[in-house]
């Protein structure tokens, strides 16, 4: 094996298995029994500050339209958003964060950032921000291909 290839495979293996590590220590403190898709979606949502169609979310969390159905229908049943017809286009919905849904990603986002912070912390600012520009840049790459 290559030392490009090895080298790949380590990077690989690192950011799986940091991923992986996050999500279960994120999963446990998110409250409600919220998952970390319900809370990225609310999330995305409260940010753009605009309603989406399913299509749109879909895109932006690179999962299938089937993917971000279920993850919706989840989050319409909890009050945390809301879900209507396209006036315009009967064919398409659209989809905006409740007054619940925001009290909830903020909740969840309350529970999460004193984890994040401890790991930033664990780290030093000035290695999280020297691996940010090229974590953004591995992840533009693999959004091109």
Same mark, same amino acid.
């Given at each position: 094996?290559?030392?490009?290839?090895?080298?790949?495979?380590?990077?690989?293996?690192?950011?799986?298995?940091?991923?992986?590590?996050?999500?279960?220590?994120?999963?446990?403190?998110?409250?409600?029994?919220?998952?970390?898709?319900?809370?990225?979606? %609310?999330?995305?949502?409260?940010?753009? $500050?605009?309603?989406?169609?399913? @299509?749109? &979310? =879909?895109?932006?969390?690179? +999962?299938?339209?089937?993917?971000?159905?279920?993850?919706?229908?989840?989050?319409?049943?909890?009050?945390?958003?809301?879900?209507?017809?396209?006036?315009?286009?009967?064919?398409?919905? %659209?989809?905006?964060?409740?007054?619940? $849904?925001?009290?909830?990603?903020? @909740?969840? &986002? =309350?529970?999460?950032?004193? +984890?994040?912070?401890?790991?930033?912390?664990?780290?030093?600012?000035?290695?999280?921000?020297?691996?940010?520009?090229?974590?953004?840049?591995?992840?533009?790459?693999?959004?091109?291909?």
């Amino acid at each position: 094996m290559s030392d490009a290839n090895a080298l790949a495979i380590s990077l690989v293996s690192e950011l799986l298995t940091a991923d992986q590590l996050l999500r279960n220590r994120l999963t446990r403190v998110l409250p409600n029994r919220m998952e970390i898709s319900h809370f990225s979606v %609310l999330n995305h949502l409260a940010g753009v $500050g605009a309603e989406r169609t399913p @299509a749109q &979310l =879909a895109r932006s969390f690179h +999962v299938t339209r089937g993917a971000i159905t279920n993850t919706l229908g989840k989050l319409e049943l909890a009050g945390y958003v809301h879900i209507r017809p396209d006036w315009d286009d009967a064919r398409r919905k %659209l989809v905006a964060i409740s007054p619940a $849904g925001m009290a909830a990603r903020d @909740a969840a &986002l =309350a529970a999460i950032t004193p +984890v994040i912070a401890g790991v930033v912390g664990e780290l030093g600012k000035d290695k999280v921000r020297a691996a940010l520009p090229v974590l953004r840049e591995l992840r533009l790459r693999m959004e091109e291909g």
